[in-house]
C-alpha cells in the first residue's frame, strides 16, 4: 500500500431518495447528464447495491455489479443475452459489422477468422515492433526537455503507429494523423447516446446534430479503403502475414471469405478500438504517476533495475510486476470501456434477482471496479492492490477492464504488452511533470476520455 493516498478526479455519485418517483423533470435532468457525461449519472447507491432493477420509459433495466451474477450474464448463460439497440445505434455507423456488434454465424466466422493473429505466438512476436516505436516516440519527447506536450494526443500518435507497424507492417497508405483526429473528432460529437435513442424511438426519425458525424465517418471509411485497395494493388509476391493479410484471406479456406466491406468494418474495429483504448489508458497512466511521486519514484527504479536491454520485450511484464500493477490500477479507475449492456432473450435469473425476457442487463466496470463491497479504499490510487497476495483476493469478474465471456477484447494481450512496453522505454528515458491549470475529469465519450489535453512538462532522464 502506498504511503500516500491520492484520489484522483472523478464525479461525485449523485443522491437519489430511496423511495424517489419519476417525474418530467427527472427525466429532462437524466437526458442532460447523458449528453454531458454518462458517467455523472450513477448514484450513491449504485456503488453500494449489487442488482438494482428500474423501468425508463417502459423499458426494464437491471443494473448489475454481483460479480457472480455478473459472470452469468457475460459468461456461462451469454447465449441467452444479445447485444442491445444502443449498441448498435453508437458503433454502427461507423464499424458496420465488425467483430464490436456482429452476431450469429458472421460473429463466429469473423471471431475465428481474426483469432490467428492475436494468438499468443503472434502477440510475442509484435514486441520487438512495439518496443522500436515506443522508444522512438519516448526518444522524441526526451528531445523536448523543458517543453510541455499535451500527453493525451502523444499517446493517440504513439498508440496508432504501433497498431499501424504491428498489424499493418507499416503501410503508409494510411494518414494515420487524420485517421486519429478524425476518430477524436466523431467521439466527442457522437460517442455518447442520442436522446432519440434513449427513449427507443423508431430508426427512421432523423437524429439532428448527426450530419457532421456521418462525413466523418465517411471520411474514416475512405481512408480505410483506400488502405485495403493498396494493398490489393501490390504484387502478390510481397504481400506480408498481417493483420491485413489474415483479413483478406480469412475464411478462403472454408469457401466463405470476408467480402471487401467486412474487411473494412473491422479494420475501422481494430484501427479505432486499438489506439483509441489503449491511448487513453496511458494518458490516465501517466497522469496518475505524476500525481504520485512514490509510485513514480518505484516504476522507475524497477525499469532501471530490471536491464531490460538483455529482455525479450515480451518478457518485460514479468520483469516489471510493480509498472504492470501501476497500468491495471490505471484500468481499475478509469477503465477504457465503461459500460457494457445485453438484452435478456429469455426469462433468467441473476443473484436473487428474476429477470425478464426483455430486460436489459447493464453492468458498468467504472461502477463495478470502484463498488464499495468489492474494495479497499475504492476511489484511491493503489497499484499495490495488484501485486502478490492482495491481488489474488480480488473477487473474479470484480475487474475486468476488458469484458469477459466470448465477447472478451481479442487484442487484450496484445494492449497489456504494448503499455507494459510503452510505460517502460518512456520511464527509462523521461520524466513527466502535469502542469495543467485543472485536473482532467473522466468524460464518456465510448471510451473513458479526460476532459482537457493533459499537458506534461518533460525532463530527460
Known amino acids: 500500500m502506498l504511503e500516500t493516498a491520492f484520489t484522483p478526479p472523478a464525479p461525485t ?15 429532462l435532468r437524466y437526458f442532460r447528464i447523458m449528453a454531458k457525461n454518462p458517467l455523472e449519472i450513477f448514484t450513491e447507491a449504485n456503488f453500494e447495491e449489487f442488482i438494482q432493477t428500474s423501468r425508463v420509459f417502459g423499458q426494464k433495466y437491471a443494473l448489475v455489479h454481483d460479480p457472480e451474477a455478473v459472470r452469468r450474464f457475460l459468461v456461462t448463460n451469454a447465449d441467452n443475452y444479445q447485444l442491445t439497440r444502443m449498441r448498435r445505434a453508437l458503433f454502427e455507423p461507423l464499424i458496420g459489422d465488425g467483430l464490436l456488434i456482429a452476431e450469429g454465424d458472421l460473429w463466429k466466422r469473423t471471431r475465428k477468422a481474426l483469432t490467428p493473429v492475436f494468438d499468443h505466438r503472434n502477440v510475442r512476436g509484435f514486441a520487438p515492433l512495439m518496443r522500436d ?3 522512438r516516440e519516448a526518444d522524441a519527447l526526451a ?4 517543453e510541455t506536450v499535451p500527453m493525451s494526443r502523444a499517446m493517440l500518435t504513439l498508440a496508432l503507429d504501433v497498431l499501424t507497424a504491428c498489424l499493418f507492417s ?4 494510411l494518414d494515420a494523423d487524420r485517421f486519429s483526429r478524425n476518430l477524436d473528432r466523431l467521439l466527442h460529437i457522437a460517442g455518447m447516446p442520442h436522446p432519440l435513442d434513449l427513449m427507443a424511438a423508431p430508426e427512421w426519425l432523423p437524429r439532428l446534430g448527426r450530419g ?15 488502405l485495403l485497395s493498396a494493398r490489393r494493388a501490390r504484387p502478390k509476391e510481397t504481400g506480408t502475414d498481417d493483420f491485413l493479410s489474415l483479413l483478406m484471406n480469412a475464411g478462403a479456406d472454408e469457401g466463405v471469405p470476408l467480402s471487401d466491406t467486412e474487411i473494412v468494418d473491422n479494420l475501422i474495429t481494430f484501427l479505432a478500438a486499438g489506439h483509441e483504448t489503449t491511448a487513453r489508458t496511458l494518458t490516465w497512466t501517466f497522469y496518475l504517476l505524476s ?5 513514480f519514484s518505484r516504476a522507475g527504479a524497477e525499469v532501471d533495475a530490471a536491464a531490460l536491454a538483455t529482455v525479450d520485450p515480451a518478457d518485460w511484464s514479468v520483469r516489471l510486476p510493480f509498472v504492470t500493477a501501476v497500468i491495471k490500477e490505471s484500468m481499475r479507475l478509469y477503465p477504457a470501456a465503461a459500460m ?4 435478456a432473450v429469455a426469462p433468467d435469473r441473476l443473484g436473487d434477482v428474476d429477470i425478464a425476457a426483455g430486460t436489459e442487463i447493464v453492468t458498468s466496470p467504472w461502477v463495478l471496479h470502484r463498488h464499495s463491497k468489492l474494495w479497499d479504499r475504492p476511489w484511491v490510487f493503489d497499484p499495490d492492490r495488484f501485486m502478490g497476495e492482495a491481488a489474488n483476493k480480488i473477487p473474479r469478474h470484480a475487474y475486468m477492464p476488458f469484458g469477459a465471456g466470448p465477447r472478451i477484447c481479442i487484442g487484450a494481450s496484445f494492449s497489456m504488452q504494448e503499455m507494459v512496453i510503452v510505460l517502460a522505454e518512456f520511464l527509462a528515458r523521461v520524466r513527466w511533470e502535469h502542469v495543467g491549470a485543472e485536473e482532467p ?11 482537457t489535453d493533459v499537458p506534461m512538462r518533460m525532463t530527460r532522464c
Open 291 to 295: 500525481k504520485s511521486p512514490e509510485a
Open 13 to 27: 455519485p449523485r443522491y437519489i431518495p430511496p423511495n424517489a418517483k419519476p417525474t418530467l423533470q427527472g427525466y
Open 133 to 135: 516505436v515506443a522508444a
Open 143 to 146: 528531445a523536448r526537455d523543458g
Open 340 to 343: 457494457f449492456s445485453r438484452l
Open 441 to 451: 475529469q473522466p468524460i464518456m465519450r465510448i471510451t473513458v476520455q479526460p476532459s
Open 212 to 226: 457532421e458525424a456521418l462525413k466523418i465517418i465517411a471520411e474514416l471509411r475512405d481512408q480505410v479503403n483506400a
Open 170 to 173: 507499416g503501410d503508409d497508405a
